[in-house]
């Protein structure tokens, strides 16, 4: 089946980075684009862009270019997000989510999150 | 900020209807299609609808979606306690070339 598997929860400093993974089983790695989104504590979704698996191509949304990098390792079916410059309010779950519908079917598919809490 | 305007709040009695509205604009859900998700408590989000009206396998048929212009409606009929969730609207948007979610909806059964 289907899996996306994630890093660990991390705490980092302001101002530090973080770098959280998604390792991806049960599909060809090449087919989708990946997707991160975040959701900051009792807060809504919020999308930070997606990587093409096949050029490695990004885009990004405006309120994280800049800070954010998205790549891949096709090697070992894994999708990496950086996000640097780390403020308190970036204190959220990450998800890597595939996000893909096409005319008649979807493959939407979630990793489990990963918890980033920024503090000193 | 969220584009896509929901209710923060439904609620209803078991059996009963609730609806969800999800107001967007020309560049988003006016162009493109709407995925509906429901969150649990403490879980990722789950695809409940996309384009529009299509659920995909698994989902109960008390669940529907509709579109008009630039709203869409999430309507659950027979509302039951496992329903309690977190429910967004998501569309492309073509002005901002991103991906973007509603403010969310969470849905009590009283």
């Known amino acids: 089946q289907v899996q996306l598997v994630q890093s660990g929860a991390e705490v980092q400093q302001p101002g530090a980075s973080v770098e959280v993974s998604c390792k991806t089983s049960?599909?060809?790695?090449?087919?989708?684009?990946m997707h991160w989104v975040r959701q900051a504590p009792g807060q809504g979704l919020e999308w930070m862009g997606w990587i093409n698996p096949n050029r490695g191509n990004t885009n990004y949304a405006q309120e994280f270019q800049g800070r954010v990098t998205m790549t891949r390792d096709r090697s070992i079916n894994t999708f990496y997000m950086k996000l640097s410059g780390l403020r308190s309010d970036d204190t959220a779950i990450y998800y890597c989510a595939t996000l893909y519908c096409g005319p008649t079917t979807c493959f939407d598919n979630w990793g489990q999150g990963t918890l980033v809490t920024v503090s000193s | 900020q969220s584009v896509l305007t929901q209710p923060p709040s439904a609620s209803g009695t078991p059996g009963r209807r609730v609806t969800i509205s999800c107001s967007g604009s020309?560049?988003?859900?006016?162009?493109?299609?709407v995925n509906w998700y429901q969150q649990l408590p403490g879980a990722a989000p789950k695809l409940l609808f996309y384009?529009?009206?299509q659920r995909p396998s698994g989902v109960p048929d008390r669940f529907s979606g509709s579109k008009s212009g630039t709203s869409a409606s999430l309507a659950i009929s027979g509302l039951q306690s496992e329903d309690e969730a977190d429910y967004y609207c998501?569309?492309?948007?073509?002005?901002?070339?991103?991906?973007?979610f509603g403010t969310g909806t969470n849905v009590t059964v009283l």
């Open positions: 998501a569309a492309w948007d073509d002005s901002l070339n991103a991906y973007v």
């Open positions: 384009n529009n009206n």
């Open positions: 020309s560049s988003n859900i006016g162009t493109n299609t």
């Open positions: 049960g599909y060809t790695f090449t087919a989708y684009s």
